[in-house]
């Protein structure tokens, strides 16, 4: 099986290794982490998960060993690796990136605990009864994807006034996909705005869109999130850059990398309190005793270095908004 680590480490797999083997004879815990995009992407916030799993008394690679599966934007991959995950006999499952995942463990086992990060209601998904009262092996953190979509429209007509062609780039793949839709079309038509949603799942899709956007004219764009986008960053980045299209994206290192503005839920947050989550499973709490978490912080960037590129002047109440602005 490609695209997986089964114990990795981030800058220290050769010292994993005896943890591992001790794990797996039952002596310390083994947390299976599964996602749908990949450690190079997720570095910044799987530190914070270990932090918030130290803050409750657990440490990886010395009382907790952590199988970490990463599927890197391959939905397709993700049963397969779940059930290699559950092969590892982990005492909770950890799952990031999506829905997807979610799915995908739940399907792999019905008895191990599971901790959930996805984007929309958890109740509607299917997987909890209720928020308070989760029942069955499952909780975690609902990131409320579909709020910070239309707060994007919002942050992005405040940045490009002038712009009357707006377009939302969507993966249909995502299990998402149907309500990420209806929530721009929705928050557009709330400011009397149009916006055009074209789909891309593959880079020839990518292709075709951007080309799509120059022939209509397109002068402002939302990217809805997904893990396949966050693979094709830099490419997205430069692609609105030549066409000279302000856009906002839906993580913060999408403005780190030359984009105009990100917002989105905060993921070292998130990531935080699902390894709380975790380490107070591996303490013997019940999934079913553990409300969801919803996401409570938001996090704006903005590039003044784009936004000068792109003629475009940024309004102050957004700048006071702003958690980091880059110069």
Do not use: C
Not at 23 to 31: L, R
Not at 198 to 207: C, F, K, P, R
């Amino acid at each position: 099986m490609r695209r997986r680590d089964f114990i990795t480490l981030i800058g220290g797999a050769a010292t994993g290794w005896p943890l591992v083997a001790r794990a797996q004879q039952g002596s310390v815990p083994i947390i299976g982490f599964l996602s749908s995009l990949s450690a190079a992407a997720l570095s910044g916030p799987i530190t914070a998960f270990r932090q918030g799993l130290g803050s409750v008394g657990y440490e990886d690679r010395k009382n907790v060993a952590i199988a970490f599966q990463w599927a890197e934007g391959d939905y397709d991959l993700l049963p397969a690796l779940a059930a290699e995950l559950v092969k590892q006999r982990p005492a909770v499952i950890v799952t990031v990136g999506g829905d997807p995942p979610a799915f995908a463990a739940k399907a792999a086992s019905s008895t191990i605990p599971l901790v959930f990060m996805v984007g929309q209601d958890p109740v509607k998904l299917g997987l909890v009864t209720s928020l308070s009262r989760p029942g069955g092996n499952a909780t975690g953190v609902n990131l409320l994807v579909t709020e910070t979509e239309s707060k994007r429209v919002e942050i992005l007509k405040q940045l490009a006034p002038g712009a009357s062609n707006l377009a939302a780039l969507i993966n249909p793949k995502n299990a998402d996909a149907e309500l990420q839709s209806s929530a721009v079309k929705a928050a557009a038509q709330a400011i009397g705005q149009q916006i055009e949603v074209i789909g891309a799942s593959t880079d020839l899709d990518l292709e075709n869109a951007f080309a799509r956007f120059t022939l209509s004219n397109i002068n402002g764009l939302l990217l809805l999130a997904d893990p396949f986008f966050v693979y094709r960053r830099q490419r997205i980045i430069a692609e609105a850059a030549q066409r000279h299209i302000p856009a906002v994206y839906f993580l913060r290192e999408f403005a780190e990398s030359g984009g105009l503005a990100s917002y989105g839920t905060s993921l070292a947050d998130a990531y935080r309190q699902a390894g709380i989550y975790a380490g107070k499973i591996l303490g013997g709490t019940k999934p079913a005793e553990l409300p969801v978490i919803q996401a409570a912080k938001f996090e704006l960037v903005i590039n003044l270095k784009t936004a000068k590129a792109l003629g475009l002047a940024v309004p102050e109440n957004l700048l006071a908004l702003a958690e980091q602005v880059i110069e």
